[in-house]
């Protein structure tokens, strides 16, 4: 019964460590975006001017990020 | 998206989020074209390598204050609810991102010699550079592949990193096949990443199409030139089959068309025009097909340049037995002015029969044109045959 339990309770808990996002390739080298996480500090070039910027630049402030494409 | 944001255009008013915008396409100009003409005016950072990895668009991210992400999918009807009346704590660790400089991550490169490592240093030398470091780039993506055959990242960024090279670089010669041949590689690894086989449906046959994918920038530009504004310029203008309907059939080839040159008397053309060849998608199934693209360029050491105003030029395919081509005569639209020199492009689709073998298979063509040389000097009626490589899986 006890064993059952501990199977019951890892299973749980591996459940809970399937990444929240399936909208991402699953590839290690790919850093995740997971709630409860800090959004990834990759760097992009801004649409406008070119500069460098990563989402911490947006902190201070609830932030929609929109991932889209114009097709 | 621009559904998303009218939807919740009250909250926005009151200034209750702001909203950033991170894009996935291969041109961004584009995008902000669209923009626009959507009159949407969010920061927007560009992700054409997909560094993000997300494999679908749209997606509604939410970020708290912190920077903590708390929604991966947000609907419109859950923002207020679920996120913006929330109160988030501040986390004991938030330090924000610092940014590794391509140098220091080619040091590291060097010397974990690891296919991540390189990897890295190609982004961040597209990042920082862009077009010009973009040869090294492309060597360390393959020096990322050679030590891992799965880094399915890896073959699409390259890919990424050779369309740009082809659109932006003249003579950059087999760069669009090599970017078509990338994109496939990297589907292989991850079937199911659909911004990566969206690059590939961008330039494909319409068979694959979901949808046409610019041939909203006609009305993109009216509508904007109706506010009294002018549009956006496009670094690289959209043609062929990225404006394109889908189709469920593929088309065969009419009875009224008439091959230019079934005898073969024309003149042969060795040196004025240089033609370059891409397959989209570079591996095909029996029963499949694929979107030959043609790159035609002048010879410049020669002086050459198109005559417009004699005839058309036409591209005349001859499938071999068992397999279609549509259309099986081209006539490229020619310029206005009588003499041009501009870069030539032309696109047709090959249907590969179901009984093909694997393998490489040789589908002849041939065009002809009308081209001079120097300046105001003789124009000549000239033939160049050609060859198209498909690879059948």
């Known amino acids: 019964m006890r064993v059952s339990a501990k199977v019951l309770i890892s299973t749980l808990l591996s459940c809970t460590l399937v990444p929240t996002v399936l909208a991402q390739t699953s590839d290690s080298r790919i850093p995740q975006i997971e709630v409860g996480e800090e959004f990834p500090g990759l760097f992009f070039p801004s649409m406008k001017d070119g500069k460098l910027t990563s989402m911490s630049a947006f902190r201070g402030k609830k932030t929609i990020v929109h991932v889209f494409a114009s097709w | ?114 296919s991540e490592a390189w990897m890295n240093h190609a982004d961040a030398l597209i990042l920082e550079g862009g077009l010009k470091d973009i040869d090294t780039a492309i060597s360390d993506y393959q020096s990322a592949i050679a030590l891992d055959r799965t880094n399915g990242p890896a073959y699409f960024r390259a890919g990424v990193a050779y369309r740009m090279r082809y659109d932006q670089r003249e003579g950059a010669v087999k760069d669009f096949q090599l970017a078509s041949q990338h994109w496939g590689m990297a589907l292989e690894v991850d079937p199911n990443q659909y911004i990566w086989r969206r690059r590939i449906q961008q330039y494909g046959p319409r068979l694959d199409k979901p949808y046409p994918f610019y041939d909203w920038i006609r009305d993109a530009r009216g509508g904007v030139i109706r506010r009294g504004e002018k549009p956006v310029v496009l670094m690289i203008e959209p043609r062929g089959t990225e404006l ?86 081209i006539r490229p639209k020619l310029a206005r002015a009588a003499q041009t020199s501009e870069v030539r492009f032309a696109e047709f689709e090959l249907k590969v029969p179901s009984s093909a073998r694997p393998g490489t298979i040789v589908v002849p063509g041939y065009m002809v044109y009308y081209v001079c040389r120097g300046k105001d000097g003789a124009c000549l009626y000239r033939r160049q045959d050609f060859i198209v490589s498909v690879n059948v899986r």
């Not at chain 2, 009218?6 to 669209?34: S, W």
């Not at chain 2, 370059?276 to 998608?281: F, K, L, R, S």
């Not at chain 2, 198109?306 to 005349?316: A, D, F, K, V």
């Open chain 2, 1 to 114: 998206m621009p559904g998303w944001h009218e939807a919740t255009k009250a909250l926005r008013g009151k200034g209750a989020f702001q909203t950033v915008g991170i894009i996935q396409e291969q041109h961004p100009d584009r995008c902000q074209l669209f923009m626009q003409w959507k009159q949407l005016d969010f920061p927007v950072l560009v992700d054409s390598l997909n560094r993000l990895g997300v494999n679908v668009v749209p997606l509604t991210i939410a970020v708290d204050e912190h920077g903590i992400v708390r929604h991966v999918g947000l609907s419109p009807n859950d923002l207020e609810n679920e996120f913006l009346s929330k109160t988030y704590p501040s986390p004991k660790d938030s330090a924000k991102a610092d940014r590794k400089t391509a140098a220091v991550l080619g040091d590291i490169a060097n010397d974990v010699n690891t």
């Open chain 2, 244 to 329: 394109a309907q889908p189709a469920k059939e593929f088309a065969t080839g009419s009875s009224e068309i008439v091959e230019p040159d079934p005898r073969r008397r024309i003149e042969r053309d060795r040196k004025m025009v240089a033609i370059e060849m891409a397959t989209v998608p570079a591996i095909v199934d029996p029963d499949g097909g694929t979107r030959v693209h043609m790159t035609l360029r002048l010879n410049r050491a020669e002086n050459a340049h198109w005559n417009n105003e004699t005839g058309p030029m036409e591209i005349w395919i001859s499938p071999p037995q068992g397999w279609e081509a549509d259309p099986q005569l």
